[in-house]
C-alpha cells in the first residue's frame, strides 16, 4: 500500500515538470512533436531509473559510510554521464532501430536536471519526499524513480499533442512559441493540483 | 587600450540585455521557475549563480589550451560540479536559511545549462578577462530575471516584498505562489518583453 500512495505521489501529486521543475529545457524544445515527445519520454524514463538505482547504492554503501557525503553532487554527475554514455554506446552496438529513435536525445539527458535532482531527492534529501524517512530502502527508491520517470513521459506526452494541435490555430505575434507553451503549462499545472487531494 | 575596455564592456553588457539568459535564451528554466517563489531565494540563487558562472569561465578560460577537444565536456563538468561543492558548503556555513530554502535546486546549478553554455561557447575560446566579464554580465543577466519574475509572484501572490507586507491578505492571488502560478506569470512576462523587442526591430527596420 505504501509502495502505491509512493508510485501515485510521484507520477500525479509531484508531477516532476508541472510541481517540481525539473528538466523544463527539454520539455518545452522536444515537445512540439508527439513522436519526438514519446522518444524523449522513454530514453528519460530508462535513464532516470537506472541512475537513480546507481546512485542509490553508491550513497548508501560508499559516500555514507565514509562520512564523505559532500561529495555527492560530483560523483552523482560523473555516474549519470558515464552511464549516458554506456547506453548510448551499447544501443548502437545491438540496436540500429532504437538507435534511431533515441540516440539524438541521450546525450541531451546528461544535462536534463531530473536525472540528478531525483538521484539527489531520493538520496541526501530523502527525508522531504519520503515522509521523514532518511534510510528509504531500495525498492522504495525504484518505485519512486519509476513513478517520476513515467509521471514526466506522460506530461511531455499531452503537451506535445496539446502543441500539436495548437499549431494549426493563429496565435498573436508575441505570444508565439515559449510564452503559449508556458501558458499551455500552466493550465495542466492546475489540473495536477487536484490530484493533490486524493493522496 | 581604450579599444580593448570599450570590448570588454560590450560582452558585460551582452549578457544583460542582448542574450539575457533568462528572457531571450530560456537557458537554465528550471531554477528560473522554481526559485522565484520569493525575492529572498530568487537573489540567493543569483548570488550562487555569480559565483558559480565567474569562476568557472575563469577555470575553463585558463585551462582552455591544454584540455584535448575531445575530453573537454567531461572536464567543463567536473570543474563546474567541484564549483558547486565548493558553494554548498559555503552557503551551508555562513547562509544556512538560504541554502534550505534553495534545497536541491542548489546542487543543480551543476547542470544549469548556462553554465557548461558559457563555459563551451566564450570561455573556451577567449581569454580569462573577457571570460570573467562574459560570466559576471551573464550572472547578473540571470539574476535580474529571476528577481524580476519573483517580484511579481511575491507582491502578487503572497502580498510581500522582501517580506514587507504591501497588500492586505484579501486581494492576494494566491496561485501565483504555488507551482502552476510560476508558468503563468513567466509566460505572460515573456509575451510582453517578445512585444517590446519586435515593436524596436519594427521600426529599426522603418528607419
Known amino acids: 500500500m505504501e509502495l502505491i500512495a509512493i508510485a501515485f505521489g510521484a507520477i500525479f501529486v509531484n508531477n516532476v515538470i508541472l510541481q517540481q521543475f525539473y528538466g523544463l529545457c527539454p520539455f518545452l524544445g522536444v515537445s512540439t512533436k508527439k513522436s519526438s515527445a514519446l522518444s524523449m519520454g522513454m530514453a528519460v524514463t530508462f535513464v ?32 549519470i554521464a558515464s552511464f549516458v554514455q554506456l547506453v548510448e554506446m551499447f544501443i548502437k552496438r545491438f540496436s540500429s532501430s532504437l538507435y534511431s529513435a533515441l540516440g539524438v536525445y541521450l546525450p541531451l539527458i546528461t544535462t536534463n536536471c531530473a536525472v540528478l535532482g531525483v538521484a539527489i531527492d531520493t538520496t541526501v534529501n ?6 521523514g524517512n532518511e534510510n528509504p530502502t531500495l525498492m522504495m527508491v525504484t518505485i519512486y524513480a519509476l513513478g517520476i520517470s513515467l509521471g514526466y513521459a506522460l ?3 499531452l503537451f506535445s499533442a496539446i502543441r500539436e494541435e495548437m499549431s494549426a490555430y493563429p496565435i498573436k505575434r508575441n505570444w508565439q512559441g515559449i510564452p503559449i507553451a508556458l501558458i499551455t503549462a500552466f493550465i495542466m499545472a492546475m489540473i495536477f493540483i487536484g490530484f493533490g487531494g486524493i493522496v | 587600450m581604450a579599444k580593448k575596455q570599450k ?5 558585460f553588457t551582452n549578457g544583460l540585455f542582448k542574450q539575457n539568459p533568462t528572457f531571450v535564451q530560456f537557458l537554465g528554466m528550471c531554477p528560473t521557475l522554481a526559485v522565484t517563489k520569493s525575492v529572498e531565494s530568487a537573489l540567493g540563487m543569483g548570488a550562487g549563480v555569480i559565483f558559480v558562472l565567474v569562476m568557472s569561465n575563469l577555470a575553463v578560460s585558463l585551462v582552455r589550451n591544454y584540455v584535448p577537444r575531445e575530453v573537454r565536456i567531461p572536464i567543463y563538468i567536473v570543474i563546474i560540479a567541484s564549483l558547486v561543492t565548493i558553494l554548498e558548503m559555503l552557503m551551508r556555513a555562513f547562509a544556512p536559511d538560504i541554502a534550505l530554502l534553495l534545497g536541491t535546486f542548489l546542487s543543480l546549478i551543476a547542470v544549469n545549462c548556462i553554465i557548461l553554455g558559457r563555459a563551451e561557447a566564450f570561455a573556451s575560446k577567449n581569454g580569462p578577462i573577457k571570460s570573467m566579464a562574459d560570466g559576471l554580465g551573464m550572472a547578473i543577466g540571470f539574476t535580474g530575471g529571476i528577481t524580476l519574475i519573483a517580484t511579481f509572484r511575491e507582491i502578487f501572490g503572497a502580498g510581500t516584498f522582501l517580506g514587507m507586507q504591501i497588500i492586505p491578505d484579501t486581494y492576494q492571488i494566491s496561485i501565483l505562489i504555488q507551482s502552476a502560478g510560476a508558468f503563468l506569470v513567466f509566460g505572460i512576462l515573456v509575451s510582453q518583453i517578445n512585444k517590446i523587442r519586435m515593436n524596436r526591430a519594427d521600426r529599426n527596420e522603418v528607419a
Open chain 1, 48 to 79: 532516470i531509473t537506472f541512475s537513480t538505482i546507481i546512485s542509490y547504492a553508491i550513497y548508501t554503501y560508499i559516500l555514507k559510510p565514509n562520512d564523505i557525503t559532500y561529495l555527492s553532487t560530483i560523483v552523482f554527475i560523473l555516474v
Open chain 1, 126 to 131: 530523502s527525508s522531504k519526499i519520503f515522509g
Open chain 1, 155 to 157: 506530461v511531455i506526452f
Open chain 2, 7 to 11: 570590448s570588454i564592456r560590450e560582452i
